[in-house]
């Protein structure tokens, strides 16, 4: 199956410094992939260079098998892709539904003549642009709190509107930066379920996370970065016993420490 997005020798550089060195990706539709990396990885300049905030030093990105290297943010999002942030963005002062909202692209049927005419097709396109937030708020559990303030919501909820106003466009591929970051674990959990929902609901999810078991429990491939560069690309299962991730992590001296105890236990 082609890939939903690829990544060939992807490079970003500041200075002395190669935040991201000659990555190589590719996405699978229909699963959750997830960038996984020790503090400095570079997940985050990946993450800006995929949805198109930070331009590369080098290399290609294909979106949909589209060339996108250098096409603004907003072209990678009419073609189909929707991102969180880290750092939750949402407008405090507007009700739920309002936030959703923000995320459509407006849809006026009969152009500007229409918009100034103030003809019922425009009634019609807020009418369904309405429904639609509605429907995306019923998908991630806080259609009660349609007409909430964001701001009075709980910081788990704040995090699945953001995830809604992505969704409300309809992206075939969303981008999650450290979606559990602050959560609970009640939170944490809930979390896994939507993003497998989404998933299944036919959005294919990459996700940056530091939370291990999640990415563990929720991903159907891993991609581990360190110092920029992809040092492990596999199924969940294989990341643990890869001495290079044990390494990254860990450090060279516990790394081998490890690895002297395996060869010292007898197995099973
Ligand atoms: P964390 O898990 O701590 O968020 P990360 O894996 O997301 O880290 P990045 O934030 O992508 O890592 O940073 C990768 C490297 O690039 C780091 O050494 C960082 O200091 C550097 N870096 C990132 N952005 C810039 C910038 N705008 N200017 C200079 N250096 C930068």
Redesign the pocket.
């Known amino acids: 199956m082609p890939a939903i997005l690829e990544l060939s020798g992807l490079t970003?550089r500041?200075?002395g410094?190669v935040?991201?060195d000659s990555v190589d990706l590719a996405v699978t539709p229909g699963t959750i992939h997830a960038i996984i990396?020790?503090?400095?990885?570079?997940?985050?300049?990946?993450?800006?260079l995929i949805s198109g905030i930070?331009p590369p030093s080098e290399g290609q990105i294909r979106l949909l098998g589209h060339t996108v290297t250098d096409e603004p943010a907003y072209r990678r999002a009419a073609l189909g892709m929707g991102r969180t942030f880290?750092n939750i963005r949402i407008f405090a002062a507007m009700t739920v539904l309002e936030n959703v909202l923000t995320g459509l692209a407006p849809r006026f049927p009969g152009g500007l003549a229409a918009v100034i005419a103030l003809l019922p097709s425009l009634r019609r396109a807020e009418r369904s642009a309405v429904a639609r937030a509605r429907d995306v708020l019923d998908r991630v559990g806080l259609l009660s709190k349609a007409d909430t303030p964001a701001a009075s919501l709980p910081y788990g909820d704040q995090r699945r509107l953001e995830i809604a106003r992505a969704l409300a466009s309809a992206p075939r591929l969303i981008l999650l930066d450290?979606p559990a970051a602050g959560m609970n674990p009640a939170e944490t959990a809930a979390l896994a379920l939507l993003v497998r929902k989404i998933r299944d609901a036919g959005t294919t999810v990459l996700l940056?996370e530091?939370d291990m078991s999640f990415v563990m429990n929720l991903s159907d491939h891993i991609t581990v970065?360190n110092f920029?560069r992809r040092i492990h690309d596999g199924p969940p299962g294989d990341v643990k016993r890869d001495p290079r991730v044990i390494e990254a992590y860990l450090g060279p001296k516990v790394a081998a420490r490890l690895a002297a105890q395996r060869q010292t236990t007898p197995g099973p």
């Open positions: 970003r500041y200075a410094l935040a991201v990396g020790p503090n400095g990885a570079g997940k985050t300049t990946l993450f800006n930070t880290q450290e940056v530091h970065l920029g």
